[in-house]
């Protein structure tokens, strides 16, 4: 019998390292030192290892290290940072909950990230960063994004809570982790993203010693030692035991984005020619992570072709139903529909299938049958 195919996977993942992760877990119970134990220092270590950053810093969650980011670059209220509308909400959130104003650049149809050839319209004398996204798993255009932020004096942020793996390379032949190559980056531990620990947790990565120090004393209530501030920070810290999770799961990170290449390979191979669907086209620049794997299908299909699927008992999601700029919370940036038209269409068309590390090639095979219609 085939097992219930899920969006992802959590359990089954758990089980194939149980034996390590509990040791791990068992490991800090006994030391009890649930706040800054030995293992979040030596999870900071192995990841900035990993990913080739001088800093890697832990945080309470993705959201938290994109908030961290911007506090931390010391930017003011009013000052404009340039994001996308096809996101999570929390890109665009911690930029209003700072009064910074977000202002959206659309992203291209293929990719679906920021499309560097609009950034340079949006930019006002007021813009101080650019925080693209990394979504679903591939980055942005950031050789391109560089080279603008370059030219005008502008941050840049990645948000690379989904990208976390992926490698960029520029025209030079160097090669880039997601989340190293603007002058902040940013990640998530949320449990389903490509490294996930069993609750909330982030990491932010820079190369920049001076804003390490100032990211650091911001997550921890702005403290430059103890009992004295130095800025108004926040508090905001990976616990221990999600440490020591991450820590036997960043072992496994590259056998687990392998998995999702391949579970994306069988799904293009059988999917390439299936008329309605266009597969996720990957960029020549970039590695792909496939956090999701997401279809664009024909507005005027989608919804029951995701009715027939879930008929067949195969879940899908819509990532992403409707667009930042036409969500109630963002009326007062005052754009309208039209504004935004790629993100707009987007919205209508994609559809993600079930992608995680434990999709078996018999469950790609018979959900790539139902799709086949
Ligand atoms: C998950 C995610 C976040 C937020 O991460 P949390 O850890 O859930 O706070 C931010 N941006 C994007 C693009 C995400 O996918």
Known sequence: MMKDIQMVDLQGQYANIREEVDEAVRRVLAESRYINGPEVGAFQQELAAYTGAAHALTCAS????????????????????????????????????????????????DT???DAAQIEAAITPRTRAILPVHLFGQCADMERILAIAHQHNLYVVEDACQALGA???FS????????TMGDAGCTSFFPTKNLGCFGDGGALFTHDDTLA?????????????????????VNSRLDTLQAAVLRVKLRHLDQYIAARRHAASLYDEALADCPGIVTPAKASYTTHTYHQYTLRVAPEYRDALRRQLADAHIPTMIYYPRPLHLQTAYQYLGYHEGDFPVSEQLSYEVLSLPMHTELTDEQIQYITEQLRF
């Open 213 to 233: 120090a100032r990211i650091r004393s911001m997550a921890n209530h702005g403290m430059s030692e103890k009992y004295y501030y130095d800025h108004v920070g």
């Open 112 to 114: 679906f990230c920021m």
């Open 167 to 169: 490698q960029v390379t």
């Open 62 to 109: 993705g959201t938290d290290a994109l908030q961290l980011a911007l506090m931390a670059l010391g930017l003011q209220p009013g000052d404009e940072v340039l994001t996308v509308p096809f996101t999570f909400v929390a890109t665009a959130e911690v930029i209003a909950l700072l009064g910074l104003r977000p202002v959206f650049v659309d992203v291209r149809p």
């Open 172 to 179: 030079d032949g160097s090669v880039h982790q997601a989340g």
